[in-house]
């Protein structure tokens, strides 16, 4: 009958709509159970990442705690021993600006008969011309500006071109300290060998005396002009 047929449909939705329920919620079990897996899972991960960065961190500190700091030996030897000239001409340049200095010395005191420096005594003295005193005195400015532009790093790129004029004013000054510093040491070497030390100026006698103090007024007058030639120059 009609009544029978209603009564089996309604029967068999029911039923359905049951076995629909419970996987429905045995599929929502397992999608939670999958998340909470996943997210577990990304913890876990994020804890590991974590422990990672924690790890690379030490040893970058520890690794910046190993460097050692700025070793001024190892600076200036590698100066030495590995020098970076950029252009030669201002190297030719330099050398000439020493050798320029002495002959300064000569026009403007020694002629003048303002001053007349020990370097260029000693000549006059055993009956020499001055010319190969103002040769040899040249040569030993620039010695002592090579080295001291070398330590200093006086003729690399940041020195000489004009994109880097503070960098290159520094780096000069510094040459020209250790140029200067190097200059007085070997005269105070000089002196010595000759059995003069500053200890023994006003004790000894005029001619002592009058050694020390030339020696330094010399040292003096190189290191002016020296810084004023070289300084036109490079400008």
């Not at 029967?11 to 996987?23: F, I, N």
């Not at 990304?42 to 990672?52: A, G, Q, Y």
Request: charged content about 20%; glycine content about 6%; aromatic content about 8%.
């Amino acid at each position: 009958s009609r009544f029978g047929v209603v009564l089996n449909v309604t029967a068999m939705s029911a039923v359905l709509a049951t076995y629909a329920k419970r996987v429905y919620q045995h599929l929502d079990k397992r999608g939670r159970r999958s998340v909470a897996t996943r997210l577990s899972k990304m913890n876990e991960s994020e804890e590991l990442m974590e422990e990672n960065d924690k790890k690379n961190r030490a040893d970058v500190d520890a690794g910046t705690r190993k460097e050692p700091g700025f070793n001024l030996f190892k600076y200036g030897l590698e100066a030495l021993l590995e020098p970076k000239i950029t252009d030669w001409r201002v190297v030719q340049g330099d050398i000439l600006a020493c050798f320029a200095v002495p002959n300064l010395v000569v026009v403007l005191f020694v002629r003048t008969a303002l001053y007349s420096p020990e370097w260029a005594r000693l000549s006059t003295s055993i009956g020499q011309p001055v010319l190969p005193a103002i040769l040899s005195h040249g040569g030993a400015l620039a010695i002592c500006w090579s080295l001291g532009a070398l330590l200093g790093r006086a003729w690399e790129a940041r020195a000489i071109y004009p994109n880097h004029p503070q960098a290159a004013v520094s780096r000069i000054l510094v040459a020209g300290i250790i140029a200067v510093w190097i200059l007085v040491v070997s005269t105070e070497i000089n002196l010595f060998a000759q059995g003069i030390t500053l200890q023994q100026f006003g004790k000894v006698g005029y001619d002592v005396d009058m050694r020390l103090i030339r020696a330094h007024v010399d040292v003096f007058l190189d290191s002016t002009l020296s810084l004023l030639v070289l300084g036109a120059w490079r400008v």
